[in-house]
């Protein structure tokens, strides 16, 4: 009964490769994020969906791309890896509009491992 | 904008010691507060949550109490055990009719629990 899930839990990659993360809630919310964390556990959101709108997007280098298929479903694809790519990235949902209390739900994570 | 403050750890206990984690905040409006801890080789998950001044949330023996006077929501546990060591996180979140989506993380204290 996983809520949040993602895949692939590793990924080891070289630089200059293009890789995608797929993640699928089955929370039934309506808003799904993608993080990234540092080795220090610091935590940057880089984006955001509602009903497959993107409503948060960071500052983050346009190499990354999200992509929001449905509500339940939002992919990371990243163009042209480089080292400081190296990270676990989670996903996320929660309920934006309607939802009393606004918590998130993490997935597992995916750790990035560009050499 | 809205910014949370986390004490920096690692904070280093014994078993059955207790446990003060301290979070502050800024942010306008009423926002939502939450913990939430970060296993080793896990993503992050829901401790315990608080919506209004002076609710206190609570879960597995840690408590938590919004303070808006003081703007903090201080993370406490009466007896800490080995199993608790993990990387804890405090957020706030306000709802969408706060006018910002985007939610705020503290930057993590890990707890090291030793036998």
């Known amino acids: 009964d996983t809520a949040v899930s993602q895949t692939p839990k590793y990924l080891v990659t070289q630089m200059g490769n293009d890789k995608s993360i797929k993640c699928e809630q089955n929370l039934g919310h309506d808003t799904m994020y993608w993080y990234k964390q540092d080795s220090k556990k610091f935590l940057k959101i880089m984006f955001s969906y509602n009903n497959k709108e993107l409503i948060i997007n960071e500052t983050v280098p346009n190499r990354f791309s999200p992509k929001s298929p449905d509500k339940a479903h939002l992919n990371l694809h990243i163009n042209s890896l480089e080292l400081g790519d190296s990270a676990v990235y989670f996903c996320a949902s929660s309920q934006l509009f309607g939802g009393a209390f606004y918590e998130q739900y993490f997935g597992p994570g995916t750790r990035l491992t560009v050499t | 904008g809205d910014s949370v403050t986390q004490m920096e750890g690692p904070v280093t ?41 002076d609710d206190k949330g609570s879960n597995k023996g840690f408590e938590a109490t919004y ?27 306000k709802g969408a009719s706060g006018g910002s989506y985007i939610p705020t993380f503290g930057r993590g204290t890990s707890l090291i629990v030793h036998p």
Request: charged share 20%.
């Open chain 2, 67 to 93: 303070r808006k006077e003081t703007t903090s929501f201080h993370l406490e546990k009466g007896s800490v055990q080995v199993s608790d060591s993990a990387v804890y996180f405090c957020a706030l979140r």
């Open chain 2, 13 to 53: 206990l014994s078993e059955e010691a207790f446990l003060t984690i301290n979070c502050t905040y800024t942010a306008t409006g009423y926002p939502s507060l939450f913990w939430y801890v970060q296993y080793p080789g896990e993503g992050l998950q829901l401790l315990l949550k608080a919506t209004k001044a």
